[in-house]
């Protein structure tokens, strides 16, 4: 079975621009989840999809947005860049439940300028 | 709200070291507890996990015991390797979310 996969692995921004990530979950998992890993704050929650529907959201600003597609693949968006959001981003993809086992994909690295 | 706190690193150890990396939360009832591991340029992987109280996740040598009492889940390796150096966080699934902690940078000196 095909692993979390994400693309684009690395991407390299600068401050004003917007940028779209994506994520191919396990098939057969509905449920999708974003993180963000900076060294300063750590893992942050960002929100989780399921069956195309935001299901949980955390406490991030409005700049940061997601989708949920019928495939269950999901892009998350951040439009106007901020030096602060350079960070690993990742998804993680379960089978039911938000609080089964999470599979995590290797994470897109974003670099803002 | 609730949360999950974990020792702060980083940890070094040498190579055949003893291991504890403490973990407690705060969820009320009985949530899931993990311990999930990230090597260097990786994702999270699951490395153990437990359900209910008193149960006993193993791994690859790692154990972690489900303690209601003392609301924790510390893990422990009896002999490190040097291929056991990474990040380690210690996570709750309770109600509709899973909480991570901080993680916990463990180096192992050869």
């Known amino acids: 079975k095909a692993g979390v996969t994400q693309t684009p692995r690395y991407l390299i921004k600068t401050r004003g621009q917007q940028v779209t990530l994506s994520c191919s979950p396990i098939s057969g998992h509905r449920s999708v989840s974003w993180y963000q890993q900076t060294p300063g704050q750590g893992l942050q929650f960002l929100f989780e999809y399921f069956s195309e529907t935001q299901r949980n959201k955390g406490n991030f600003p409005g700049r940061f947005s997601g989708r949920q597609f019928s495939n269950s693949r999901s892009e998350m968006n951040v439009s106007t860049l901020e030096l602060g959001d350079s960070a690993l981003y990742l998804c993680a993809s379960v089978a039911g439940r938000s609080t089964d086992t999470q599979y995590f994909g290797p994470g897109t690295r974003l670099t803002v300028l | 709200g609730d949360s999950v706190t974990q020792m702060e690193g980083p940890v070094t150890l040498s190579e055949e070291a003893f291991l504890t990396i403490n973990c407690t939360y705060t969820a009320t009832g009985y949530p899931s507890l993990f311990w999930y591991v990230q090597y260097p340029g990786e994702g999270l992987q699951l490395l153990l996990k437990a359900t209910k109280a008193d149960d006993k996740g193993s791994n690859k040598g790692f154990e972690a015991t489900y303690r209601k009492e003392t609301t924790s889940f510390h893990l422990e390796k009896g002999s490190v390797q040097v291929s056991d150096s990474a990040v380690y966080f210690c996570?709750?699934?309770?109600?509709?979310?899973?909480?991570f902690g901080k993680g916990t940078r463990l180096h192992i000196l050869p």
């Open positions: 996570a709750q699934g309770g109600d509709d979310k899973i909480i």
